[in-house]
């Protein structure tokens, strides 16, 4: 039914925690069958230590190990390659989620959409930079993209048929992005977008770092190529 991919790089203090509300999200939506991928990207810290340790008597989680950090696109695409279940769904290490907004999206499995995603409704709770860098960014990639979805970077909850024969190769934290211009373009999507809440991180968020934006800028220049030759496939399809 569930496959939850959980990727980590050094989130010692978090992950127990995460992994936590992940599965008291699945147990109040009453998912029996699931499974949990946990992939560390190479963490420096106990992070991986302390989750063999803490669910080592779960047959549910599934653990694996990257020797180097390759990034959260790379980590979500290995665990789409891993899954064998109907839905998918990456959940963050660092704990922003707690079970009652994840348990709002888990509740769509077995229903009409292709995707169920999300944007953060606690706008008022997150960083000046952050609410102004989401204002400014996601009507941007819209007009870029031919698209209108309402926020890029929430969670979301995929059906697995459609990511399988996906061929990207994009590590960065703009993964997201390509897969919604994809399925967007492609096909006749059925979406829902629905309101949820983060605990936004105020120290040490690893999305801004200067490696991370160089990534996501190129990968958006690629994305916006990849949604001409979409747009123009389109055109003549008809």
């Known amino acids: ?4 991919i959980i990727p980590c790089y050094n989130e010692e203090k978090l992950v127990k925690k995460t992994i936590s509300e992940v599965l008291k999200a699945i147990k109040f939506c009453k998912i029996e069958k699931y499974g949990i991928i946990f992939i560390d990207d190479g963490s420096k810290d106990r992070s991986l230590e302390i989750v063999k340790k803490s669910f080592k ?3 549910k989680i599934r653990i694996y190990k990257n020797e180097k950090n390759f990034g959260i696109g790379y980590n979500f695409f290995k665990g789409v390659s891993k899954s064998k279940e109907k839905y998918l769904i990456l959940i963050p290490s660092d704990n922003s989620h707690p079970a009652s907004e994840i348990s709002k999206i888990l509740k769509f499995t077995n229903s009409e959409y292709d995707i169920v995603t999300t944007y953060y409704s606690n706008n008022n709770q997150r960083s000046f ?7 400014i960014y996601t009507p941007f990639l819209n007009f870029l993209y031919g698209t209108n979805f309402p926020y890029f970077n929430g969670l979301t909850l995929y059906k697995l048929k459609d990511l399988k024969s996906l061929k990207f190769k994009n590590s960065s934290f703009s993964y997201q992005i390509e897969i919604f211009v ?3 373009h492609k096909y006749n999507l059925k979406a829902k977008v629905i309101p949820t809440i983060l605990k936004d991180r105020k120290k040490h968020s690893k999305a801004f770092r200067l490696k991370n934006s160089i990534l996501v800028l ?3 220049i690629r994305i916006f190529f990849d949604s001409v030759i979409y747009r123009i496939s389109n055109i003549f399809d008809k």
């Open 1 to 4: 039914m569930l496959s939850v």
């Open 57 to 59: 008597k779960s047959k």
């Open 129 to 135: 930079f952050r609410n102004l860098f989401t204002l």
């Open 182 to 184: 994809y399925l967007f």
């Open 218 to 220: 190129i990968s958006i």
